[in-house]
């Protein structure tokens, strides 16, 4: 076996390892708890990006734990999609690690007037556990996302809910945990869906590998046991990914969550449960796909389309920055799911990358929000007016941020769109192309609407007065690395789409 076949086990691994040793470390030096964390993640980084160049040659890579072949033993199993999300996982985990180094420990200026969100609290007693936890959730997706064992899938899938929710609730005020408890009671019963779902899969196939219950559900007699595993599963991934309607937890976590987790919650978490849906349809249910569960996939893509109505219109209302990026991310997973539901290669193009380029976007929203709360503690957009003036580079980055949410181009936002647009018009979709327009217009109104209020408004009477200034650099530095990916990936989008449809086609051939 080569040596680079070790890699993907070694990147899942690595952070569980630093985060078991953290808590011990900081028993004597507080202080190493971020270095510690960001050199695993910078190992899962490099390590998920040599893999890269190696699935593309094979189509993908498989590698046995203890050296037991699949379906007997587990199976880490990379493809194309899984590889992409690997990278996408590993190097937003890094650059808001780095952001919540001076987020969670900030220091006072000498002159002016900053908020903190956990002050010295966080500072003296959490960080060491908020990095463990950190890095336990980050090894969990990337566990979930290279898995070829649906059981681990789901293991993988619920460590991270676990760790999401202590990190939800960790500034242990009382919306905080509000929110997590909310959170916690409708992913809960998700997961038991979700359980249920495999073990009505195992009955029927005597299985948990992927790839062995696809051959095996190919010649089952048990039509109906395996079409209702698939809504079952459907259901529950579909709690996790805060599908409209099923929602409901998103707009409290996300905005009551600190911003650093909030960034992870938005532009990470909820893909997982969107990833869970296109492997299991694609990689377990492929057989059935074009007979008994395309109507199925069809109605999602109809679910999609009034979730971005919805979303939209729910971010224009608020007047809060946190919970109108909240929504924002519901009507960006309507996009995602619409690739999903149209089931055809040029669509999946553009909900594959519209998962990269919103990921990008929105963590850079919350990081954005989190620099302007720490260093002013406005929370309301009215406040906002006049922010440029006190923090020109964080407000810039929220308007770079904001083209790629609306689609404008060269942003990552316009690729992702066009495609999604093309994908609908080929199939015969006009409604729903019409409908991915409409949410741009609508995206517009929500994002430029602060923009607006960030450059071309004065500041009320008193406000911003007493704020310091700019966020630190290593607030700064991570908030536009991730406003700058958003650009790049829209200029160099000739670079990642052939990447993306070798993707999309290894999918739609497993059916």
Known sequence: MEAYQHFAIYAIVTPLFVAVLIPIIALWKKNWAMPLAGLALSLSFVLSVLLVPKVRAAGYLSYHLGSWEPPFGIEIRIDFLGVLMMVLISSICLIVAIYSLRYLAPVRPKEG?????????MEAGKRPIYYSLYLVLAASMLGFVATGDIFNMFVFFELMAICSYALVAIPGTGLPIRAAIKYMLMAVPAAIVVLLGIGLLYSVTGSLNMLDIAGRIADSAYGQVIVVS?????VGFAVKAAVFPLHVWLPDAHSKAPS?????????????GIFGMIRVTYSVYGAYFASDLAWIVNALSWVAAAAIIYGAIMAIRQSDLKIMIAYSTVMNIGYIMLGFGLADVTALVGGAYHIVGHALAKACFFLCAGSIISRSGYLKIDDLKGAARKM????????????SIVGIPPTAGFVGKWYLVWGSFSTGNFLLGAVVIAGSIMAAVYCF??????F???PADGAWQQVAGEAPASMLAPTWLLAAGALALGIFSSWIVPFLREAAESLMLLN
């Open 113 to 121: 007037k900053t908020f903190f969100f956990f002050g010295e609290e």
């Open 230 to 234: 698939y809504v079952i599963l459907i």
């Open 260 to 272: 650093p987790i909030s960034a992870l919650l938005s532009g990470l978490i909820v893909k997982m």
């Open 392 to 403: 020109p580079l964080t407000c810039a980055a929220f308007a770079l941020a904001s083209l």
């Open 449 to 454: 609407r602060v923009v607006y209020y960030m």
């Open 456 to 458: 071309f408004l004065p």
